[in-house]
Each structure stands twice: as C-alpha cells, then as structure tokens.
C-alpha cells in the first residue's frame, strides 16, 4: 500500500508551512544522534511530519507536544522508549515500531526486550519503575483502556503521579501519531530505504 500523501519538497511550501519544517528539522529532534532521518534525500519531511505540514498551526502544536514529550519530561529515556512501543504494538504501527526500535536499542534496550515489546509479551523488566511503566502503558492501551485502582496505585507508587501525568500524554500523542500513520498510510521506514 502507498501513502495516500504525497511528501513535500520544501520548495513547494508556503510560509507557514516552511517555518513549521525549519522548527521541525532544525529543532531538539535534528539535534544529537540521528536513530532515524526526518527528511529523504530530497529533504521531504518523513513519517508523522509531512501530515503536520497540512495544517501548520495544528502541526505546530502537535509537534511542540512531541518534543516535549521526548525532551522535556521526568521520563527516563528506556521508560519513554519502552511506552511508545508498546503503544506502536498496540496500534500495530510500523513507522513507529521501526523508529523507535532503533532509539530503544540506542538508549539500551536489549534484543530481546525489543523482541517482547515487539510481539506484545512482558519483556520481563527488572527495574520496578520500568515494570510499573509497562503495565501501565499496556492498561491505557488495553481494550477498554482502564486501570483499575491497585494497577493505578502499584504506578503511582512506582513513578509518582508527575511521571503518570506525562506517560499518559506520551501515550495519547503516540496513539494520535499511529492513528494519522494509519489514515494516511504512511510505509514503515523499509520503504523510504
């Protein structure tokens, strides 16, 4: 299946639509080790990002949430990782399963966690926050997507509620990345190589 977007040459980008793209490319994420590109060779943005150029005030907002999220929150970087894949599993999204199976295993996530993570099983973590992280992340995207109150005590009490507040929006920003990934159907990154 192709993308029902076409992506972007920045040439062809209006004002809005360029300031959005030079914030995006220039920005936190463009910064530091480069896990997966943000643009192609020709430099269209890839993945959730050419959707955000469509409405660039939104897209800004959504983007400003997304860095947030992943550079200005209590959250451990293999916690952070551990939750978007779990999140990718659940909406079975493999542009971001890809992506950030690629930082997961950069931040020291193993194999064989990934590997879990992967095919929806416990990857048996032995760092109680991490754990607590886990089930949590599963509870939120479960089928009814509660948790009951000793799962919401066993996290709090793990992570506090600070961390929950910010693992819950990780959880509802990547589900909105994998919800407009699949509306858009954006390829999994083994497309773009």
């Known amino acids: 299946m192709t993308s029902r977007l076409r992506l972007l040459r920045p040439s062809e980008l209006d004002a809005e639509q360029?300031?959005?793209?030079?914030?995006?490319?220039?920005?936190?994420?463009?910064?530091?080790p480069q896990h997966f590109a943000l643009t192609d060779t020709e430099g269209r943005l890839?993945?959730?990002?050419?959707?955000?150029?469509?409405?660039?005030?939104l897209g800004r907002a959504l983007q400003d949430l997304g860095a947030a999220i992943r550079y200005r929150t209590r959250l451990p970087a293999r916690v952070r990782e551990l939750a978007i894949l779990v999140v990718a599993q659940a909406w079975n999204s493999a542009f971001e399963r890809d992506a950030h199976e690629r930082v997961g295993a950069a931040v020291g996530l193993s194999e064989a966690e990934l590997l879990a993570l992967r095919e929806g099983r416990d990857p048996e973590l032995t760092d109680p926050g991490e754990h607590a992280a886990w089930e949590f992340t599963r509870a939120l995207v479960g089928r009814d997507g509660v948790l009951d109150e000793a799962q919401y005590d066993a996290a709090r009490t793990a992570l506090g509620e600070?961390?929950?507040f910010e693992l819950s929006t990780l959880v509802g920003y990547y589900s909105t990345l994998a919800l407009q990934l699949r509306l858009f159907t954006v390829p999994d990154r083994s497309a773009y190589a």
Request: proline residues 13%.
């Open 18 to 32: 360029r300031e959005l793209y030079e914030e995006i490319t220039a920005g936190p994420r463009a910064a530091g």
């Open 46 to 57: 890839e993945g959730p990002f050419n959707a955000m150029l469509l409405s660039p005030e």
């Open 162 to 164: 600070p961390v929950l």
